[in-house]
């Protein structure tokens, strides 16, 4: 395949790991103290994984060594011209004290999707999971116990030196780890959101389907705003009328209704959450009727006044689901079940979760044991 003359006929080659293990890994005493309480995104394993790709050689150079700093040139692509993309998922310590990953293939999948996008070397699936297992398995010391996980970072970015507009011919793409507790400090407990009315996320013909850090860096103005109102979160609406709901910052967003029903915003625009698909396929296995529709801020506001709206809960890898409590706009504020955590969204983080960890039987076939 080729764009813009750069040609990706050798991206699909196998690659072999050459393993390096670090030559002063964290000493014992330390790793224990950093996993006693790691928050979220702050603490590091010892090691990270590296595939290089050129047009010359297709992918290659494949180590896992020592977690360092890359040497970059002033000039790298990725620094001036944006093409970046990353994915998160996280390995799950079993009671057995295995480990497993969570649908790894579907991060795959969408990694090679987001680089088809971006114009970039299309990444082999196997080389991806085989990475990440990789990393599992060398830093298995630092998988934190109880409701822990190993938060796992595989990404991409253009390397080749030069300033201006075209696609790299030259990308690194590297998996690190990070023990992690609760994505938000208190927990699973109910979130308080705020409504952008200024900014918007993406718009038809976009980037919003890919995920990658030009998405998250436009957020962050909009979240910055959602703090300074006091919340937790911020939700985007469409960028066209400005008030069909989309998605949150960092998840999606489902609806639960009096009859039963589900509501999530359909793709297009959205990033494809595996986090969401995965609740869609439990919600429809247990008989929920679950529709993939638009829905403005008027009807939620609505919805959440008169009881026909129950629930409303954020998902992703990095929060599992967050119940929405509160919903704040220059528009006015409302609260959604009373402020309260309600039994559908901890329903399906409870199934999710025990399935991740596992505690309950795997019907999808999503789990993948890494030993």
């Known amino acids: 395949m080729g764009i813009s003359g750069v040609s990706f006929d050798k991206a699909e080659g196998a690659v072999v790991f050459d393993t390096q293990p670090a030559a002063n890994?964290?000493?014992?005493?330390?790793?224990?103290a950093k996993l006693a309480d790691p928050g979220f995104g702050r603490v590091f394993t010892d090691h990270m994984a590296i595939v290089r790709?050129?047009?010359?050689?297709?992918?290659?150079?494949?180590?896992?060594?020592?977690?360092?700093?890359?040497?970059l040139d002033p000039a790298t692509?990725?620094?001036?011209?944006?093409?970046?993309?990353?994915?998160?998922?996280?390995?799950?310590?079993?009671?057995?004290?295995?480990?497993?990953?969570?649908r790894p293939d579907a991060n795959a999948r969408r990694f090679r999707d987001s680089a088809d996008r971006m114009a970039m070397a299309p990444l082999p699936e196997q080389v991806f999971i085989e990475?990440?297992?990789?990393?599992?398995?060398?830093?298995?010391?630092?998988?934190?116990?109880?409701?822990?996980?190993?938060?796992?970072?595989?990404?991409?970015?253009?390397?080749?030196?030069?300033?201006?507009?075209k696609p790299s011919a030259e990308y690194i793409f590297a998996v690190i780890a990070s023990p992690v507790g609760s994505y938000f400090k208190g927990g699973p407990a109910p979130?308080?959101?705020?409504?952008?009315?200024?900014?918007?996320?993406?718009?038809?013909?976009?980037?919003?389907?890919?995920?990658?850090?030009?998405?998250?860096?436009?957020?962050?103005?909009?979240?910055?705003?959602?703090?300074?109102?006091?919340?937790?979160?911020?939700?985007?609406?469409?960028?066209?009328?400005?008030?069909?709901?989309?998605?949150?910052?960092g998840m999606n967003v489902f609806f639960s209704f009096d009859d039963g029903s589900l509501l999530t915003p359909p793709l297009g625009t959205i990033l494809p959450g595996i986090t969401r698909n995965s609740i869609i396929t439990l919600a429809k296995a247990a008989g929920t009727r679950v529709r993939e529709e638009?829905?403005?801020?008027?009807?939620?506001?609505?919805?959440?006044?008169?009881?026909k709206l129950k629930e409303a809960f954020a998902c992703g890898t990095a929060a599992v689901i967050s119940p929405i409590g509160k919903v704040r706009s220059a528009s006015g504020d409302f609260t959604i079940n009373g402020g309260n955590a309600g039994p559908v969204a901890m329903g399906l983080r409870k199934q999710l979760v025990d399935i991740q960890y596992g505690r309950a039987a795997d019907p999808h076939n999503w789990i993948r044991k890494v030993f």
């Open 25 to 32: 890994p964290t000493p014992a005493n330390e790793r224990t």
């Open 53 to 71: 790709y050129s047009q010359n050689k297709g992918w290659h150079s494949a180590r896992i060594e020592s977690r360092a700093n890359f040497p």
């Open 77 to 102: 692509a990725v620094l001036h011209y944006a093409q970046e993309i990353f994915e998160g998922l996280k390995a799950y310590k079993r009671d057995d004290g295995g480990v497993n990953l969570f």
């Open 131 to 165: 990475a990440v297992e990789q990393i599992v398995r060398i830093d298995r010391d630092w998988m934190p116990g109880g409701e822990g996980s190993l938060y796992l970072r595989p990404f991409m970015i253009a390397n080749e030196v030069f300033l201006g507009v």
């Open 191 to 249: 979130v308080s959101i705020w409504v952008s009315e200024n900014y918007t996320r993406a718009a038809v013909g976009g980037t919003g389907a890919v995920k990658c850090g030009g998405n998250y860096a436009a957020s962050l103005r909009a979240q910055a705003e959602a703090i300074q109102h006091g919340c937790d979160q911020v939700v985007f609406l469409d960028a066209i009328e400005r008030r069909y709901i989309e998605e949150l910052g």
């Open 294 to 307: 638009v829905y403005t801020i008027d009807q939620w506001r609505a919805d959440a006044a008169s009881g």
